[in-house]
């Protein structure tokens, strides 16, 4: 996936709108397992917490390429690891891959955040009704742009159907609990945001 600021905002001409376009690979294009009990909605989220995997996928082909192959089976991981805690399905909201693709985590949550709402998940205690991001990311690599870009345009996105005009605040996951989460990541948070509102903006005041 190839994400630039001229592809992100693309204008319906019959519907006079610019929107916010986001390709992100759904639970049922990942072949999710189904929730071992049902999800619980909740009220529109007003911040994202920002996580990091702490490992890569698992390689299947050429270790110098990630393919969406191998993305889709690092959701299937994590979503197996989750449920093998005892938790109903993934923990997390969505999961950006270090080439710029968008995964879904927790069943439901796309379906959610486009009707303005959230649903309950488990990626930090006190926060589970707030958007959870995995980016993936071990030791103190630095992120990829295309990683900083589709976190960016996943932020933007969040805010655009939740029809703000600024993108929600983004806090580390080591705000909240005792954790190293998201590692040296932490030092990329103001700048996907600065990117993220500059998409937003773009969109709401139809630049094109």
């Known amino acids: 996936m190839s994400i630039t600021l001229d592809t992100i905002c693309r204008i319906d001409h ?29 009220d529109e989220a007003e911040r994202i917490i920002f996580h990091h995997t702490a490992g890569h996928h ?32 993934s923990g997390h909201n969505f999961l950006v891959m270090r080439s710029g693709r968008v995964l879904q985590g927790r ?29 993936e990311h071990a030791g103190s690599e630095p992120m990829t742009p295309a990683q900083r ?16 005009p600024t993108v929600l605040p983004v806090f580390p996951h080591k705000a909240y609990i005792n954790t190293a989460c998201p590692a040296n990541l932490i030092r990329d948070i103001p700048t996907i945001r600065h990117m ?3 998409i937003l903006t773009k969109a709401l005041h139809h630049e094109t």
Request: aromatic residues 8%; charged residues 20%.
């Open 107 to 135: 069943w439901r949550t796309v379906h959610t955040i486009t009707r303005g709402r959230m649903v309950d998940s488990a990626h930090c205690p006190g926060q589970n009704d707030q958007i959870g991001i995995e980016h």
């Open 196 to 198: 993220a509102q500059q």
């Open 149 to 164: 870009l589709g976190s960016a345009v996943l932020m933007a996105w969040i805010a655009w159907h939740y029809k703000r």
């Open 58 to 89: 698992r390689e299947i082909t050429n270790p110098n390429n990630e393919s969406e192959a191998e993305a889709i089976q690092y959701a299937r991981d994590i979503q197996a690891y989750h449920m093998g805690q005892g938790w109903k399905d």
């Open 14 to 42: 019959q519907a006079a709108l610019v929107a916010v376009e986001l390709d992100i690979i759904t639970c049922p294009e990942w072949g999710a397992r189904k929730p071992s009990s049902p999800i619980t909605f909740v």
